[in-house]
Nanobody, 118 residues
Framework: QVQLVESGGGLVQAGGSLRLSCSAS???????MGWFRQAPGKEREFVAG????????RYGDSVQGRFTISRGKSGTTTYLQMDSLNPDDTAVYYC????????????WGQGTQVTVSE
């Protein structure tokens, strides 16, 4: 079982930046890690994901060009650099992991709140 712990959320003004971190423990290797978000009254939305082996990344349409996902050198941490934030980015951000290529996003963190003010 994988334990995921997010950090780095907070309050920022529109146009600002934040960097989220997610540390994984409990398993030696994963296929991919990613970030999702959920705003009040909305469904959980895919934000970004990165494949651990090759490093390929993909993004949700609403954050493409503004957010960047990356891996830490330790192999157990992923980061989400969020730039040009706007109030629509306000949500709880969740770190997630896929254990293998064929499995779903099965491991989840507790979430960290990101609030973007006008």
């Amino acid at each position: 079982q994988v334990q995921l712990v997010e950090s780095g959320g907070g309050l920022v003004q529109a146009g600002g930046s934040l960097r989220l971190s997610c540390s994984a423990s409990g398993r030696a290797a994963m296929y991919a890690m990613g970030w999702f978000r959920q705003a009040p009254g909305k469904e959980r939305e895919f934000v970004a994901g990165i494949v651990w082996g090759g490093g390929s990344a993909r993004y949700g349409d609403s954050v493409q060009g503004r957010f960047t996902i990356s891996r830490g050198k330790s192999g157990t941490t992923t980061y989400l650099q969020m730039d040009s934030l706007n109030p629509d980015d306000t949500a709880v951000y969740y770190c997630a992991a896929k254990i293998t290529k064929s499995t779903n996003w099965s491991e989840w963190g507790q979430g960290t709140q990101v609030t973007v003010s006008e």
